[in-house]
């Protein structure tokens, strides 16, 4: 199962919001501004996060093709991406 996280930048706004709001009413707490950051977060919207494939690029120089190590998508050229555009595996991979 992924993971799943929040957004930072809806939540930076809302505790942005929040710090205004605590300056001007002096009659807030500190366990009052907790419970409220609690549900800040809480309230935030979530993002799943999928893991990163690592793999590297395979190059076949005497017939122009290069294939992923990941899933084996091949194109009869030299290649060179950061992503492999098949299954999206990021190519930062030693060559093994």
Known sequence: ??????????LLKKLSKMIDFCK?????NGLTALFQVG??????????????????????PD???????????CIEECWDSDYC??????MDEKEG
Request: charged share 30%; net charge positive; glycine share 6%.
């Open 1 to 10: 199962m992924a993971e799943m996280l929040i957004d930072a930048e809806v």
């Open 24 to 28: 001007k009413d002096k009659k807030v």
């Open 39 to 60: 549900d800040a977060i809480m309230d935030c919207p979530k993002v799943e996060a999928k893991p990163v494939v690592h793999a590297h690029w395979i190059r076949y």
């Open 63 to 73: 017939c122009g093709v290069t294939k992923c190590s990941n899933c084996g998508w």
């Open 85 to 90: 555009p098949h299954c999206g595996a990021k």
